[in-house]
């Protein structure tokens, strides 16, 4: 018997009994419905988390510093001390990996700036090539990126404003809730470049006063002009201010959280020449040094950032740059665990999903039994007049199949709409269908029913011919 | 025209009811040949039916032989009596036993859709058949919507549609009426007489028989008359 007869036939006999396929496809199509909706919503909360870690510095990326070097690496002897160092020649050794998509250099720096009463201890500053910075489309509330060749300027973090202090190192943010009246665009603020003379500065200070309040008035009129702190000894010199423009403010509530958020940031370039008049023969800071105290003629950063081609790639390459001694951190055991969170997670809801389709299964089974008990005598005739054994089965099964695939058909269609509605409502995308779901669902809900199938199936088949057309 | 179509030697079928052992058929043999239209009478429970069963390949003696065209009954497997009736048998029920869902057309051309035949060459065969039988107007009726009589054409039809080597009928006209009861026995005889066709038909009523060219009585299994 050929495939399509078999199929018009069990066709034919479903609509022949129309309110009961309609009612076994509606338990199919609420059993395939809440697996895919359960399971869009486990991938909806998935990628709203994969989504979070992007946040907290992207998905793709190994920060790599320097390096003690491992055990292989200090069997030289000689070992040459800038081994592990992040130079450019590193760069471009990473760059070379496979893997990896691009690489860009980060120079960390560190700087006071003061406005009115107020101070802001900036450490771990970000200076990047331009290019860079312009390239991470960040938006602005105010200003902007400055431009090639500009002098140095910094551009802030919307909540780089919460971390300035009072004289005495309270953060006033932490301790009030009230953010300071400082205007970081317009309001007159002094830079000091060089912190080590700062701190010494303000600790010589400390040491010679005699009360608090002394010491924090002294401290007041060292920053403000420096000059004016004389000092019994000449090695802590007051540091020099610098007036240095903001270029702008990185956009943001108060309460909004990013990446950016808590970072000051400049062009790499501008900074190193505002370094190089600040600190004239003498190594910028931060910068390793020689032997005899000279800087070396080139400059090594603070932290190379690796952008990886493929998420899955990111751990496999940490290892790779790790084992070549330099430190590596990502977020790729946090993805994994992510991952593996979201997968039980998936497991669960979709557990959940399927009871109702099994639930929907044993409806199938017990509509087929039905239908064969009502249609014992057909069987029999259709034995008698030379239908095989195999067809019989078969279009049975074939009946199964369809109930799957209408109820998989439709129950994919109103998976569709809940979780339109679902995310409608949370105004946000919470639940997530992906399209190679649309298609397992449907061959999901096939091969359910005709499992379900299978043995009403046997059923018709091992009937007796004899017995079933005497049956009436 | 003598050759032997149907072979029964000996048959016996005994049934099991509880602990008693019922014999159904008490050691029958029969022949049948080409061409004829042979009646197998008795009353209810003589054994008749059973003794069709066997002749039609739906059931296997418990002892004794039924060879027809050459092969075995007896030795077949369920398998392998499907596809004996397939190729050589065609029936024709009481009951007439239409699938309700198909048309005049679908159900005929059904046993050669079991065959594997195509769509478009089984029904330009049932259309054929259809009109031999005299239901040019009804190809597209389904079996509600035709009376008992016209269903049976449609049955008769069914059988034919194989060409089958022997058709059988197991009480073709238990459920009609007089008038149409006549009719269809006059289609039977033409079947048979006009096509050369061998019909084995069973009932309980000797004055049907009687269209026959052959009957053969049975009382409680075992052929008592034949004539």
Redesign the interface.
């Known amino acids: 018997m050929r495939f399509a007869d078999k199929a018009g036939m069990a066709w034919s006999s479903l609509l022949r009994r129309k309110l009961r396929t309609m009612l076994t496809v509606l338990g199919v199509m609420i059993g395939v419905a809440s697996i895919v909706t359960m399971m869009g919503l486990a991938e909806g909360l998935n990628r709203q988390s994969l989504e979070m870690i992007e946040q907290f510095g992207g998905l793709r990326t190994i920060e790599v510093r320097e390096g003690s070097g491992n055990a292989a690496g200090t069997t030289g002897g000689t070992a040459d001390p800038t081994q592990y160092k992040l130079s450019d020649s590193t760069m471009q050794t990473i760059l070379q990996m496979e893997h990896v998509e691009s690489v860009y250099p980060t120079l960390e720096f560190k700087a006071i700036i003061q406005s009115g009463p107020y101070v802001l201890d900036i450490f771990g500053g970000q200076a990047m090539p331009l290019e860079v910075l312009k390239d991470m489309k960040w938006e602005f509330a105010e200003g902007g990126w400055p431009e090639e060749g500009d002098d140095l300027q910094f551009v802030f973090g919307n909540l780089v404003i919460e971390d300035f202090a009072d004289a005495r190192g309270n953060v006033i943010y932490w301790n009030t809730g009230k953010v300071v009246n400082v205007d970081m665009m317009k309001s007159k603020m002094f830079t000091i470049l060089d912190t080590d003379a700062y701190e010494a500065a303000k600790s010589n200070n400390n040491q010679g006063a005699s009360t608090d309040t002394a010491a924090s008035s002294t401290d007041t009129r060292a920053a403000e002009a420096g000059a004016d702190a004389s000092g019994d000894t000449k090695a802590a010199a007051p540091p020099k201010k610098y007036t240095i423009p903001t270029a702008g403010v990185l956009a943001g509530e108060l309460d909004d959280y990013n990446e950016y958020s808590w970072y000051t940031y400049c062009d790499m370039d501008a900074l190193i020449k505002t370094y190089k008049k600040a600190f004239k023969g003498k190594a910028i800071p931060g910068q390793p040094v020689r032997k005899n105290g000279k800087p070396y003629n080139e400059l090594f950063y603070s932290k190379l950032n690796v952008i990886v081609d493929e998420i899955e790639n990111v751990a496999d390459l940490q290892k790779e740059i790790g084992d070549m001694g330099y430190q590596t951190a990502s977020n790729s055991e946090w993805i994994a665990q992510q991952r593996e969170q979201s997968r039980s997670q998936q497991a669960m809801l979709g557990g959940i999903g399927a009871v109702s389709l099994l639930v929907a299964a044993i409806g199938i089974a017990n509509t087929m039994m039905m239908s064969i008990y009502e249609r014992t005598k057909e069987i029999g005739v259709m034995k008698v007049i030379g239908c095989g054994l195999k067809d019989i089965q078969q279009l049975f099964l074939i009946e199964a199949g369809m109930i799957g695939f209408a109820g998989g058909l439709t129950g994919l269609a109103l998976s569709l709409l809940v979780c339109f509605i679902i995310n409608r409502v949370t105004g946000s995308t919470t639940a997530v269908i992906p399209y190679w779901m649309y298609g397992t669902s449907i061959v999901f809900a096939i091969l359910v029913s005709m499992l379900a199938g299978f043995a009403p199936s046997r059923r018709a088949m091992s009937l007796s011919a004899l017995e079933a057309i005497r049956s009436n | 025209m003598d050759e032997t179509v149907i072979s029964g030697r000996k048959i016996y079928k005994i049934f099991k009811l509880g602990e008693e052992r019922v014999r159904a058929l008490n050691g029958v043999s029969l022949d049948v040949k080409k061409g004829e239209f042979v009646a197998i009478v008795g009353t209810s429970g003589s054994g008749k039916s059973t003794l069709l069963?066997m002749l039609a390949g739906?059931?296997r003696p418990t002892k004794g032989e039924v060879i027809i065209g050459g092969n075995h009954i007896e030795k077949m497997s369920?398998?392998q009596l499907?596809?004996f009736?397939?190729?050589h048998?065609?029936?024709i029920?009481q009951?007439y036993?239409l699938?309700?869902?198909?048309d005049a057309i679908e159900n005929v051309a059904?046993?050669l859709?079991?065959?594997?035949m195509?769509?478009k060459e089984r029904t330009a065969q049932a259309v054929k058949l259809l009109k031999q039988v005299g239901l040019e107007k009804y190809m597209k009726h389904r079996p509600t919507e035709m009376s008992g009589g016209q269903q049976q054409r449609v049955g008769i039809a069914?059988a034919l549609v194989?060409k089958p080597e022997i058709i059988f009928a197991d009480e073709p006209t238990g459920n009609l009426d007089t008038k149409t009861t006549i009719e269809v026995l006059h289609m039977l005889q033409e079947v048979v007489h006009g096509k050369g066709n061998t019909l084995v038909m069973v009932t309980h009523d000797r004055h049907l028989a009687g269209y026959a060219d052959r009957r053969i009585h049975i009382v409680d299994g075992e052929v008592v008359l034949e004539d």
Not at chain 2, 99 to 102: F, K, S, T
């Open positions: 069963n739906l059931d369920e398998d499907v596809r009736r397939r190729e048998v065609g029936f029920f009951a036993d699938l309700p869902q198909l059904l046993p859709s079991f065959r594997g195509g769509k069914r194989v």
